[in-house]
């Protein structure tokens, strides 16, 4: 985003602050906002290190492989196929921050019809069935009431303290729905103006110098209500063959596919790839959750990769003057929160006929919202035998990253494999290259100026990747955990630690501004921000959640 954006952004929020945070269905007072500075200030080393010390103790212990691993997709367990149904929930739950409790939605995994029904009996008392998909439920235990009921003549009743004890679960965890208000409606024309701004600043896309690549420009109809179209700009290699790949490149927040037309034009050379950046909207006022961080557009655009992709097909074919079929297998790529789009894209397309073509996920400092369900979600359903690669390159500790909360994240959820690395001195624009200098130079004033090596080792490491995910192969970057991994560049060796993510030498940023920017970032998120569609408002996307 430009400064000035940023700075549009700021002194409007500071305005709408204290009615946002007293806002009907949030659940919060007044008092709720003076906390959230207090919220959102990054945590302690110290205290960082004894929760993952806590969840590896749950987790097992076990080192990290040196080389990534993919489960097969055929891979099952043999045992009972309720057992992830019936997981208590310390080995489940993935908490985006300490201190803070999280309604997370999951999409709903499948589960066997004699699973959930109950066997005939005298007419017992109703009893509530948690849903399998949610992590939030009750933990059972051996005295709990099953799926099927208890097998004594004098248990098939539910005793009176059990079915209240149920009933308060499913209110805690099940708060009223959101509905929308005057500020969803002045708040959402407010950053369509200042998005529609930042499309007209940033221009076309446009292209390295000498670059083999071609970029032509389409519409992208998703499956929302009607069909809404977006810009899509697609980067075709100099060569199309049965060897060129498909992948698909999300921006991140405020921002648009043409400034990352420089990192989209490397990737499709470098990958013989097409490359397609779509610009979706960053509107987190929006009551259907038709956003690049809610639910809505996720399951949008995993609908385009299911059937025959004609939608997809259509664009590529219009965008490059001669009819495409896009290859099967491709992979998702995504930066900031477009990382988190990807993650939650990839959850959704768990069960689908898409699912085994997509190779990977490589997230380019992924950063999910505060309060957003969606990368817990993703990460609990792929798994086992629906498991998928993902891969983060992460930038230090400070606001921009959420305080490197998504290696966190991915650390807790998969302990005992590769999951990306940190550059060491990386900034969270090390990832984002565009053809419009004005716009460069301003997000490096918004979220700190990045150095050149790491900005080549950031491209280097990304390619690698999508190329070994496409191969099956380990030539790119990885390592044990916490290996330093030195990577050559032409403007000198930049510096990649495998995950979990160290300590910055030094703070990145002074300690108040980062502690204002995080709480800034953290406000929008936790109590402005929508994920799932608010009450009363329809959405017409036809993909459901899978897993």
Same mark, same amino acid.
Do not use: C
């Given at each position: 985003?430009?400064?000035?954006?940023?700075?549009? !952004? /700021?002194?409007?929020?500071?305005?709408?602050?204290?009615?946002?945070?007293?806002?009907?269905?949030?659940? &919060?007072?007044?008092?709720?906002?003076?906390?959230?500075?207090?919220?959102?200030?990054?945590?302690?080393?110290?205290?960082?290190?004894?929760?993952?010390?806590?969840? /590896?103790?749950?987790?097992?212990?076990?080192?990290?492989?040196?080389?990534?691993?993919?489960?097969?997709?055929?891979?099952?367990?043999? &045992?009972?196929?309720?057992?992830?149904?019936?997981?208590?929930?310390?080995?489940?739950?993935?908490? &985006?921050?300490?201190?803070?409790?999280?309604?997370?939605?999951?999409?709903?995994?499948?589960?066997?019809?004699?699973?959930?029904?109950?066997?005939?009996?005298? &007419?017992?008392? *109703?009893?509530?069935?948690?849903?399998?998909?949610?992590?939030?439920?009750?933990?059972?235990?051996?005295?709990?009431?099953?799926?099927?009921?208890?097998?004594?003549?004098?248990?098939?009743?539910? *005793?009176?303290?059990?079915? @209240?004890?149920?009933?308060?679960?499913?209110?805690?965890?099940?708060?009223?729905?959101?509905?929308?208000?005057?500020?969803?409606?002045?708040?959402?024309?407010?950053?369509?103006?200042?998005?529609?701004?930042?499309?007209?600043?940033?221009?076309?896309?446009?292209?390295?110098?000498?670059?083999? !690549? =071609?970029?032509?420009?389409?519409?992208?109809?998703?499956?929302?209500?009607?069909?809404?179209?977006?810009?899509?700009?697609?980067?075709?290699?100099?060569?199309?063959?049965?060897? =060129?790949?498909?992948?698909?490149?999300?921006?991140?927040?405020?921002?648009?596919?043409?400034?990352?037309?420089?990192?989209?034009?490397?990737?499709?050379?470098?990958?013989? #790839?097409?490359?397609?950046?779509?610009?979706?909207?960053?509107?987190?006022?929006?009551?259907?959750?038709?956003?690049?961080?809610?639910?809505?557009?996720?399951?949008?655009?995993?609908?385009?990769?299911?059937?025959?992709?004609?939608?997809?097909?259509?664009?590529?074919?219009?965008?490059?003057?001669? !009819?495409?079929?896009?290859?099967?297998?491709?992979?998702?790529?995504?930066?900031?929160?477009?990382?988190?789009?990807?993650?939650?894209? +990839?959850?959704?397309?768990?069960?689908?006929?898409?699912?085994?073509?997509?190779? $990977?996920?490589?997230?380019?400092?992924? @950063?999910?919202?505060?309060? /957003?369900?969606?990368?817990?979600?993703?990460?609990?359903?792929?798994?086992?035998?629906?498991?998928?690669?993902?891969?983060?390159?992460?930038?230090?500790?400070? #606001?921009?990253?959420?305080?490197?909360?998504? #290696?966190?994240?991915?650390?807790?959820?998969? *302990?005992?494999?590769?999951?990306?690395?940190?550059?060491?001195?990386?900034?969270?624009?090390?990832?984002?290259? $565009?053809?419009?200098?004005?716009?460069?130079?301003?997000?490096?004033?918004? +979220?700190?100026?990045?150095?050149?090596?790491?900005?080549?080792?950031?491209?280097?490491?990304?390619?690698?990747?999508?190329?070994?995910?496409?191969?099956?192969?380990?030539? $790119?970057?990885?390592?044990?955990?916490?290996?330093?991994?030195?990577?050559?560049?032409?403007?000198?060796?930049?510096?990649?630690?495998?995950?979990?993510?160290?300590?910055?030498?030094?703070?990145?940023?002074?300690?108040?501004?980062?502690?204002?920017?995080?709480?800034?970032?953290?406000?929008?998120?936790?109590?402005?921000?929508?994920?799932?569609?608010?009450?009363?408002?329809?959405?017409?996307?036809?993909?459901?959640?899978? $897993?």
């Amino acid at each position: 985003m430009t400064g000035a954006a940023a700075a549009a !952004v /700021s002194g409007w929020l500071v305005v709408i602050a204290p009615a946002a945070a007293a806002e009907p269905g949030d659940g &919060d007072t007044a008092a709720a906002t003076s906390s959230t500075a207090e919220a959102s200030a990054k945590p302690k080393a110290a205290e960082r290190r004894g929760r993952e010390s806590a969840d /590896s103790d749950e987790a097992g212990a076990g080192t990290g492989s040196a080389e990534p691993r993919r489960a097969g997709r055929d891979e099952r367990d043999g &045992d009972d196929p309720d057992r992830d149904a019936r997981k208590p929930r310390s080995e489940k739950q993935i908490d &985006d921050e300490p201190g803070v409790e999280q309604s997370v939605e999951e999409p709903a995994l499948a589960v066997p019809e004699d699973a959930i029904a109950p066997e005939p009996g005298p &007419d017992p008392e *109703p009893t509530v069935i948690p849903d399998p998909g949610d992590e939030s439920g009750p933990a059972e235990s051996e005295d709990a009431i099953g799926p099927e009921g208890n097998t004594g003549p004098e248990d098939n009743t539910v *005793p009176e303290a059990a079915t @209240v004890s149920v009933a308060r679960a499913e209110a805690a965890d099940n708060p009223p729905a959101r509905r929308p208000t005057l500020l969803n409606v002045v708040g959402g024309i407010v950053v369509d103006l200042l998005v529609g701004l930042i499309h007209v600043i940033d221009g076309p896309p446009v292209l390295l110098p000498n670059s083999t !690549v =071609t970029v032509r420009t389409s519409t992208l109809t998703l499956p929302i209500g009607g069909g809404r179209s977006v810009q899509a700009d697609w980067y075709f290699p100099a060569e199309i063959d049965d060897d =060129t790949r498909f992948v698909y490149l999300q921006h991140g927040f405020l921002a648009s596919g043409p400034m990352y037309s420089h990192t989209a034009a490397r990737l499709a050379e470098r990958t013989n #790839a097409i490359v397609m950046a779509p610009s979706l909207t960053s509107n987190f006022f929006s009551p259907d959750a038709a956003w690049v961080g809610g639910t809505t557009m996720h399951r949008a655009v995993a609908e385009l990769f299911t059937g025959d992709r004609a939608v997809l097909n259509e664009s590529a074919s219009t965008a490059a003057g001669y !009819v495409i079929t896009l290859p099967e297998r491709f992979a998702f790529v995504g930066h900031s929160a477009g990382g988190t789009m990807v993650t939650s894209v +990839a959850g959704y397309l768990v069960g689908t006929d898409a699912f085994d073509d997509l190779v $990977g996920v490589v997230m380019l400092d992924g @950063v999910e919202p505060a309060g /957003s369900p969606v990368v817990g979600a993703a990460l609990n359903t792929l798994r086992d035998g629906n498991d998928a690669p993902i891969y983060l390159i992460s930038s230090e500790r400070y #606001a921009w990253s959420r305080d490197g909360d998504m #290696a966190d994240k991915l650390r807790l959820a998969r *302990p005992d494999r590769f999951t990306g690395v940190g550059l060491r001195g990386g900034l969270h624009i090390d990832y984002m290259e $565009g053809g419009n200098p004005l716009v460069q130079f301003a997000e490096y004033v918004v +979220a700190g100026f990045s150095h050149k090596r790491n900005i080549e080792a950031a491209a280097d490491i990304t390619i690698g990747w999508v190329n070994d995910l496409f191969d099956g192969t380990t030539d $790119g970057v990885y390592g044990a955990p916490g290996e330093a991994v030195e990577v050559p560049t032409p403007s000198g060796i930049a510096t990649a630690v495998v995950l979990p993510l160290g300590e910055p030498a030094r703070p990145v940023w002074p300690v108040l501004l980062d502690a204002v920017v995080s709480a800034l970032l953290d406000f929008i998120g936790r109590y402005l921000a929508v994920y799932e569609p608010l009450e009363a408002v329809s959405v017409g996307y036809r993909l459901q959640p899978t $897993g």
